[in-house]
């Protein structure tokens, strides 16, 4: 089990640490995991548990919305809590499994439209002219965030890309250890190979390194990014742009590239008269859902905005893409 930080102090400290080992052994991420049986051993403790086995008492006041929380914080805290009682009752002990509530989510992502990305690639451009700090990741934003519209990859699988992660001759990405623990290759339009092109060239220019096992993306000092540094100067970008966010709703968000671009890839799809389950199969694949589930949202998402969204989808910006038709024909 990875090192964390706190200890485990309830009856059931052993047996978390015997889970989390267990999901990782097969394969599973369990960050998230461990931060909420982090809290659910400090729950028991505080109650006193002396049982090994989670008892209904105990899973209900779990299950409970605590004071500020979300629906969907809560529902998944009892989603692991499922997990782990189950492991229980699998070891031999008597736990009880709580009931899943119904989750349905309401969020609506924030669809970028042409003119909206036309100022964020000019405020990108514009960046090294209004940052001056030295240690600065404002080098690498006029491609990454190019990169993230053009190929609708997650910001963390972005910046884990090496040098050697770029293939410019088959022009495509390879991802390595994504979100459903699988590698895989994305597809690079033209234009982002002539624009990675010339990313390589600048950093050469200014003597950061492009060793093949080298991060692709870096701060001014040649190390790595962290997401939260690449988020903070793209919402100063948007706030330069005009860009504001809506009250109502979550975002615009620099995760809303990618859903920008899956609504247009399902656009242009769409528009060509390919198969809707076909459509469907393809973006699934391409953005690393692991299921068709994650993937049908876009779904709903085109049949809503679809007007608006073919207008929105400019033919100034299709050479950005890559030729989704390709991966199908």
């Not at 690393?288 to 049908?296: C, E, F, P, R, V």
Request: glycine share 4%.
């Amino acid at each position: 089990m990875r090192k964390r930080t706190g200890k485990l102090c309830s009856v059931f400290s052993g047996l978390i640490t015997q889970y989390v080992e267990y999901k990782q052994n097969i394969g599973c991420k369990t960050t998230v995991m461990e931060f909420m049986l982090k809290r659910f051993d400090k729950f028991a403790n505080d109650r006193n548990e002396k049982a090994l086995g989670i008892s209904k008492d105990l899973a209900d006041a779990w299950c409970c919305k605590f004071s500020g929380e979300s629906e969907e914080n809560r529902y998944y805290r009892i989603v692991i809590l499922r997990g782990f009682s189950s492991f229980l009752q699998i070891i031999g002990y008597n736990s009880y499994i709580p009931i899943l509530p119904k989750h349905q989510s309401n969020f609506t992502p924030y669809i970028y439209t042409s003119d909206e990305i036309e100022k964020i690639f000019k405020e990108c451009d514009r960046i090294n002219s209004y940052y001056h700090l030295v240690n600065s990741a404002r080098f690498s934003m006029p491609c990454l965030i190019r990169l993230l519209y053009g190929t609708g990859i997650r910001v963390g699988e972005a910046l884990k890309l090496k040098h050697s992660d770029i293939d410019f001759k088959n022009e495509c990405l390879l991802l390595r250890e994504c979100k459903n623990g699988k590698d895989r290759y994305v597809p690079l339009s033209p234009s982002l190979v002539l624009m990675c092109h010339d990313y390589v060239a600048q950093k050469q220019k200014f003597g950061f390194s492009i060793n093949p096992e080298s991060y692709f993306f870096v701060k001014c000092n040649d190390t790595s990014i962290s997401p939260r540094t690449v988020s903070n100067h793209f919402n100063h970008i948007l706030e330069r742009a005009g860009i504001m966010r809506n009250e109502n709703r979550k975002g615009p968000r620099l995760h809303d590239l990618r859903h920008t671009f899956c609504v247009n890839s399902f656009v242009q799809l769409c528009k060509s008269g390919k198969d809707i389950h076909n459509v469907m199969l393809i973006l699934m694949t391409y953005m690393g859902h692991q299921s068709i589930k994650a993937t049908n949202k876009y779904v709903r998402i085109v049949e809503a905005m679809f007007p608006e969204i073919v207008e929105q989808v400019d033919m100034a910006h299709n050479h950005i893409f890559p030729n989704m038709n390709e991966m199908i024909d």
